[in-house]
T-cell receptor, first 116, second 114 residues
Framework: KQEVTQIPAALSVPEGENLVLNCSFTDSAIYNLQWFRQDPGKGLTSLLLIQSSQREQTSGRLNASLDKSSGRSTLYIAASQPGDSATYLCAAAFTTLTGANSKLTFGKGITLSVRP | NAGVTQTPKFQVLKTGQSMTLQCAQDMNHEYMSWYRQDPGMGLRLIHYSVGAGITDQGEVPNGYNVSRSTTEDFPLRLLSAAPSQTSVYFC?????????????FGPGTRLTVT
């Protein structure tokens, strides 16, 4: 069964710290991986998407990497701010025998708290 | 461009009642899907569609029906609501055959079944 795991479930850091959020997946036949942010009681906001042919993507203070061979993706947040406090979810779309697959398998998320 | 919209935002049902959660997108996306989010379980795929007239089951389809008569709309029907269907429901959409493949999510519907 294809699974996506995010550990730890929660993380608390002081403001200004650079941090890495980890995501692991069980199937190397990954099509793409997407990182989302979810604020309490809100929907999901897409942060970054990495295609299987890419190694990393950057947007502002965020950098996401993908290593298919080790089954890992990381989301790097530079100079964290209290406004970064939220739950971060990674989701993988795996390639099927018929080709591309848009069905996402989600990790359970990492709840980040950035202390002022 | 409204993106992905969902109605209603909140709903309370009694056991056995039926209702339809609405989802619409204005981005001409081929792919649309429904997820439910439960504490400790994460987001799980209920049903999905790769185009008008084509639907398929996801991980947790029991108790839910879908149809896709147009590219824009993908309603989710609960035929006989059960307390186990208390959850937050999210609709999502994306392109299938062209970049970007990024999936966009609606704001969610919070459903309580008593």
């Amino acid at each position: 069964k294809q699974e996506v795991t995010q550990i730890p479930a929660a993380l608390s850091v002081p403001e200004g710290e650079n941090l890495v959020l980890n995501c692991s997946f069980t199937d190397s036949a990954i099509y793409n991986l997407q990182w989302f942010r979810q604020d309490p009681g809100k929907g999901l906001t897409s942060l970054l998407l990495i295609q299987s042919s890419q190694r990393e993507q950057t947007s502002g203070r965020l950098n996401a990497s993908l290593d298919k061979s080790s089954g890992r993706s990381t989301l790097y947040i530079a100079a964290s701010q209290p406004g970064d406090s939220a739950t971060y979810l990674c989701a993988a779309a795996f390639t099927t025998l018929t080709g591309a697959n848009s069905k996402l398998t989600f990790g359970k998320g990492i709840t980040l708290s950035v202390r002022p | 461009n409204a993106g992905v919209t969902q109605t209603p935002k909140f709903q309370v049902l009694k056991t056995g009642q039926s209702m339809t959660l609405q989802c619409a997108q204005d981005m001409n996306h081929e792919y649309m899907s429904w997820y439910r989010q439960d504490p400790g379980m994460g987001l799980r795929l209920i049903h999905y569609s790769v185009g008008a007239g084509i639907t398929d089951q996801g991980e947790v389809p029991n108790g839910y029906n879908v149809s896709r008569s147009t590219t824009e709309d993908f309603p989710l029907r609960l035929l006989s609501a059960a307390p186990s269907q208390t959850s937050v429901y999210f609709c999502a959409s994306s392109y299938l055959r062209a970049r970007p493949y990024e999936q966009y999510f609606g704001p969610g519907t919070r459903l309580t079944v008593t």
